[in-house]
């Protein structure tokens, strides 16, 4: 097993401890890990000289124990991720298991005062991002409005008793999609990362806002959500089929046709029926501009029966019209 003990006190000091510890002859900004302990790598960016943006994305070759040290400040661990953890609580830290159970993805929100064990069995797959809110970035806002410090004080402490109710919102899956698996053939810089990871954090203090209100997101039935997840990988794995409806969708997810729908459109923001047909032209669209295919080999391969309607629906979504001519 490999041991690696750090804090977050401090962005500069926890790169260098892991560029020692897995990539002491690297110059870029992505730290590799070495075959016997990994495939893939860690990045660490400044947002601000307050605000920490780590992000994570290995599969690991063996076992692993991350020790997080408490540190005296209140700064804020915002973690996002797509893989699932167990948790268990203790009075001065948490203890954390890699669990191959599944989940849509979900947030978790720590005091940095309050240590964790982590451990990551080998074979376990991680991708996370991680943004960090030292408390001089938070403690003057929160000087001129005690009542947003209580919203926080209470969504820290309900994240770890209804972890498993921290899902993530269409728009942060999104963001955390482009940001742990970005088309590296397009990302050109640092920029990239840290202008997602601005926008993660907003929806972070928006959720903060409204949690206890109009979207509480500890009033979500997970078990639901992950359905509805499981029903978005059954449409994009059968695009080439017909649309087999919401009523056959909603059976699939063991709900209401009428709960079935609303979750899905609040999750995807978009119905089941949009989220086939956008799905459908993305892929008409990599068939056409990237592989080259003509028209009627896509029309034939995504059951596409009328070419107008085709043409206008790509139009639509790509400000672009193919070639009717291929």
Excluded at 56 to 67: G, R, S, V
Excluded at 266 to 293: D, V
Aim: hydrophobic share 35%.
């Amino acid at each position: 097993m490999c041991k690696y003990l750090f804090d977050f006190s401090d962005i500069d000091k926890l790169s260098d401890y892991f560029r020692s510890q897995l990539s002491p002859n690297s110059s870029t900004d992505r730290i590799y890990f070495p075959p016997e302990i990994g495939e893939g790598y860690l990045l660490y960016y400044k947002i601000s000289p307050e605000v920490f943006l780590i992000i994570n994305n290995y599969k690991a070759n063996t076992d692993i124990e991350y020790i997080r040290r408490p540190i005296d400040e209140k700064d804020i661990i915002l973690h996002f991720r797509k893989y699932a953890l167990d948790h268990q609580l203790e009075e001065d830290q948490i203890i954390s298991q890699y669990s191959d159970s599944y989940t849509p993805g979900n947030m978790r929100c720590m005091d940095a005062r309050q240590g964790e064990q982590v451990f990551i069995t080998k074979g376990a797959e991680v991708k996370s991002t991680m943004i960090v809110l030292k408390s001089s970035y938070t403690k003057p806002f929160f000087l001129k409005n005690n009542d947003m410090a209580e919203k926080l004080d209470n969504y820290i402490r309900y994240s770890h008793q209804h972890i498993n109710k921290f899902y993530l919102s269409y728009k942060q899956s999104s963001l955390f999609d482009q940001i742990v698996q970005p088309d590296v053939d397009k990302v050109e810089n640092y920029l990239y990362f840290i202008a997602r990871g601005v926008r993660l954090l907003e929806t972070f203090w928006k959720d903060v806002l409204r949690w206890e209100t109009e979207s509480n997101p500890f009033s979500i039935n997970c078990g639901q959500v992950g359905n509805i997840y499981k029903v978005s990988d059954y449409l994009k794995n059968n695009l080439k089929e017909p649309f087999v409806g919401v009523d056959q969708l909603a059976a699939m997810a063991h709900m209401s046709r009428t709960n079935f729908f609303n979750m899905f459109k609040e999750i995807h923001n978009q119905t089941p029926l949009e989220f086939f047909n956008n799905k459908r032209l993305e892929i008409s669209y990599n068939m056409i501009i990237g592989e080259g295919l003509s028209i009627r080999e896509v029309m034939d391969t995504l059951n596409y029966s009328n070419s107008s309607k085709f043409k206008k629906a790509f139009f639509n979504k790509f400000d672009i019209y193919p070639d009717m001519n291929t």
